[in-house]
T-cell receptor, first 114, second 113 residues
Framework: DAGVIQSPRHEVTEMGQEVTLRCKPI?????LFWYRQTMMRGLELLIY????????DSGMPEDRFSAKMPNASFSTLKIQPSEPRDSAVYFC????????????FGPGTRLLVL | GNSVTQMEGPVTLSEEAFLTINCTYT??????LFWYVQYPGEGLQLLLK?????DKGSNKGFEATYRKETTSFHLEKGSVQVSDSAVYFC????????????FGAGTILRVKS
């Protein structure tokens, strides 16, 4: 079975540019989570969706960040404009209806904003 | 609120040594408890979990027991291997809060041959 798929795996961009991170959850999973990991702050939950609907976006740092889930098999996290402090590893995770507690993580996107 | 505190690392051990990584939690409601492991350059993987008091989660030689009286979920392994070198995260979720995972800061484990 394919796990959670994220793309790109690495992204280097310049300050002010738009960045779009993509995630394909495990087929059949109905919850999707976006996390950010930095040395300073550890793992932070940014937003999560249930059945494609955003449930809690209280972790989204500011208006420059937005996330969408147009269908059950795809989600995006967009940063516009990007800033150097956005440099981090961004993880997507999904979980299934029968076991919402267990989240399966993707390999992450390592973002560097210069 | 809900929070997880785990011992600071890095923890450095020789191969075949006994491992303990301490984890304590604070939760409103009745949490489920988890240990996740992150190998270098990878995402997090569920290592084990326990959903009620006195349950023991186990996997790959690792164990942790849900202790409600001490609000703890310490990770143990009797004999570590070099391949166990990774970052270990303790986490909790509370159904009343939408099963969001709350993670500890992570503990780096280094095992030397």
């Amino acid at each position: 079975d394919a796990g959670v798929i994220q793309s790109p795996r690495h992204e280097v961009t310049e300050m002010g540019q738009e960045v779009t991170l993509r995630c394909k959850p495990i087929s059949g999973h109905n919850s999707l989570f976006w996390y950010r990991q930095t040395m300073m702050r550890g793992l932070e939950l940014l937003i999560y969706f249930n059945n494609n609907v955003p449930i809690d976006d209280s972790g989204m740092p500011e208006d420059r960040f937005s996330a969408k889930m147009p269908n059950a098999s795809f989600s995006t996290l967009k940063i516009q404009p990007s800033e150097p402090r956005d440099s981090a590893v961004y993880f997507c995770a999904s979980s299934a209806g029968g076991d919402q507690e267990t989240q399966y993580f993707g390999p992450g996107t390592r973002l560097l904003v210069l | 609120g809900n929070s997880v505190t785990q011992m600071e690392g890095p923890v450095t051990l020789s191969e075949e040594a006994f491992l303990t990584i301490n984890c304590t939690y604070t939760a409103t409601g009745y949490p489920s408890l988890f240990w996740y492991v992150q190998y270098p350059g990878e995402g997090l993987q569920l290592l084990l979990k326990a959903t009620k008091a006195d349950d023991k989660g186990s996997n790959k030689g690792f164990e942790a027991t849900y202790r409600k009286e001490t609000t703890s979920f310490h990770l143990e392994k009797g004999s570590v291997q070099v391949s166990d070198s990774a970052v270990y995260f303790c986490a909790l979720s509370v159904r009343e809060y939408g099963n969001k995972l709350v993670f500890g800061a992570g503990t780096i484990l280094r095992v030397k041959s």
